[in-house]
Every structure is written in C-alpha cells, then in structure tokens.
Nanobody
Framework: QVQLVESGGGSVQAGGSLRLSCSTSGITYNSYCMAWFRQAPGKEREGVAAKDSFSYGAYAEFVKGRFTISRDNANNTLYLQMNSLKPEDTGTYFC??????????????????????WGQGTQVTVSS
C-alpha cells in the first residue's frame, strides 16, 4: 500500500507563508524522488520542487528564492516551505513520488506523468 497525504494548505495574504507537509507510507522513501506539483484551474499541472536523499532540491524558476523543499527521512515526510507567496501561487498542491532518483535524468523529474504515486492535494489560496 502506497499512501501520500498532504497537509498544511490554507488561505493567506500575498507575502505570507505556508508550510506544506506530505506524509508517506508504503514506499522505500529514501530511494524515491519526492516532488511537489501544483495545478491551478484551467492550467497544466506543473512541477514546483523535487528532492531525493542524495541531492539538493531542484526548483522551478517561478519559485526559486521563495520556496524550500526538505525531507525528514526519519519520519518519511516531505515539506515545502513557501515564503513570499503571490496570488499566482494559488492552486492545488500535490505530493508525488517515483522510484527513480531525481537527478538520474535532468528532465524526468519535471514530468508529472513520470510519477506513479500521488496524494490527493491540498489547496493553497493567496489573496491580494
């Protein structure tokens, strides 16, 4: 059984912060690429950040300097610290996992269809 459960979403004003959490079970956590994706209504699902146990986080250009991905390997939990939030950050944020190392292919980690395991998402709303 593979299970990913996101939490920590909510509604904040522009410039505010949120920390998303993704608790995992049923996977060999340390061997997986873990990632955050997001999707706004009418838009494609897009990669936000990714990390495995052996690399620093990789970030989409639109969140660099504002978001930080981290892992608590002892608790099998992935985090996304989001600072300086903007209205365009609004969307549903998903945790995803795949059985490859994030940087085995520099492009693979950004393709949502490469990830077979997903949480159900947590909503982030940023108001002006």
């Amino acid at each position: 059984q593979v299970q990913l459960v996101e939490s920590g979403g909510g509604s904040v004003q522009a410039g505010g912060s949120l920390r998303l959490s993704c608790s995992t079970s049923g996977i060999t956590y340390n061997s997986y690429c873990m990632a955050w994706f997001r999707q706004a209504p009418g838009k494609e699902r897009e990669g936000v950040a990714a990390k495995d146990s052996f690399s620093y986080g990789a970030y989409a250009e639109f969140v660099k300097g504002r978001f930080t991905i981290s892992r608590d390997n002892a608790n099998n939990t992935l985090y996304l610290q989001m600072n300086s939030l903007k209205p365009e950050d609004t969307g549903t944020y998903f945790c995803a996992a795949a059985s490859f190392y994030c940087y085995s292919d520099p492009r693979r980690l950004w393709r949502h269809y490469e990830y077979p395991y997903w949480g159900q998402g947590t909503q982030v709303t940023v108001s002006s």
